[in-house]
C-alpha cells in the first residue's frame, strides 16, 4: 500500500491565485514526521517544512502555510498569491521510527504550473 | 557551508564503461544517502551510510556500488549499466540519528546508452 498518497498530478493556476496540494499519509506508528519539499527545474529538492505527529497546529511561512489533520491522516499544503517562481514538483514525504533509518518516504508529487 | 555538491550534473555512459559519481558536503553531517528519481517519479532510497558505515541497502543491484571513503565525500561507481538505469541520482545528507532533514544536492544527470 502506498504510505503517501498526492491525489493531484499537476495543477496549472494563474499568478495570483491561491493553490492547495493534498497529501495524505499512512502509517502505524505513533511518532513520526512528515515533510514538503520543493523540486525546481533544476533538480535540488528544497527542504520547506519538518512536522511532527504530536504537533497539530496549523504553520504559515510567508505565502505557504501547511494544514495537519492527524484525524485524517492529512498534511496539506497552500501556497498564497502564487507566483511564477512557485512552478515546481512538490513532494510530500514520511519519515517513521529510527528503525528505518531516517528513510524519506516520498509521495508521487504535484506538478504546479503557475502561468503569468 | 551548508551545500551539498554533486559531481558531474550531467552523465552519457555507454552500457559497458565504468564511471563514478561523486557528492561532497561539509557540512559536518555523518550520514549521507544516495536517492534515484526516474522521470516524473519520486526519488527512491538506494544506500544509506552512517558514520562512514553502509547501514541500509535497499536490494539495489551490484552495478551501483557505493564507498563513503571519508566523512565529507560520497561515491557511487556505475558498472555495467543497462538503459533503464538512467535516472537523475541524488545524494543528501544529514547528522546521524532521527528525524533529522537533509539536505540534497542538484544531482547527476544520467543517461545510459
Known amino acids: 500500500a502506498q504510505k503517501v498518497t498526492q491525489a493531484q498530478t499537476e495543477i496549472s493556476v494563474v499568478e495570483k491565485e491561491d493553490v492547495t496540494l493534498d497529501c495524505v499519509y499512512e502509517?502505524?506508528?505513533?511518532?513520526?514526521?512528515l515533510f514538503w519539499y520543493k523540486q525546481p527545474p533544476s533538480g535540488e529538492l528544497v527542504f520547506l517544512i519538518r512536522r511532527n505527529s504530536f504537533d497539530e497546529q496549523n504553520e504559515i511561512s510567508g505565502r505557504y502555510s501547511w494544514n495537519f489533520q492527524k484525524s485524517t491522516s492529512s498534511f496539506n499544503f497552500t501556497i498564497t498569491a502564487s507566483q511564477v517562481v512557485d512552478s515546481a514538483v512538490y513532494f510530500c514525504a514520511l519519515s517513521e521510527g529510527e528503525a528505518a533509518g531516517n528513510k524519506l518516504t516520498f509521495g508521487g508529487g504535484t506538478r504546479v504550473l503557475v502561468k503569468p | 557551508d551548508t551545500e551539498v555538491t554533486q559531481t558531474p550534473k550531467h552523465l552519457v555512459m555507454g552500457m559497458t564503461n565504468k564511471k563514478s559519481l561523486k557528492c561532497e558536503q561539509h557540512?559536518?553531517?555523518?550520514?549521507m544517502y544516495w536517492y534515484k528519481q526516474k522521470a516524473k517519479k519520486p526519488p527512491e532510497l538506494m544506500f544509506v551510510y552512517s558514520y562512514e558505515k553502509l547501514s541500509i541497502n535497499e536490494s539495489v543491484p551490484s552495478r551501483f556500488s557505493p564507498e563513503c571513503p571519508n566523512s565529507s565525500l560520497l561515491n557511487l561507481h556505475l558498472h555495467a549499466l543497462q538503459p533503464e538505469d538512467s535516472a537523475l541520482y541524488l545524494c543528501?545528507?544529514?547528522?546521524?540519528?532521527?528525524?533529522?532533514?537533509?539536505?540534497f544536492g542538484s544531482g547527476t544527470r544520467l543517461t545510459v546508452v
Open positions: 543528501a545528507s544529514s547528522q546521524v540519528g532521527w528525524p533529522y532533514g537533509y539536505t
Open positions: 557540512m559536518g553531517h555523518r550520514a
Open positions: 502509517t502505524r506508528d505513533t511518532t513520526y514526521y
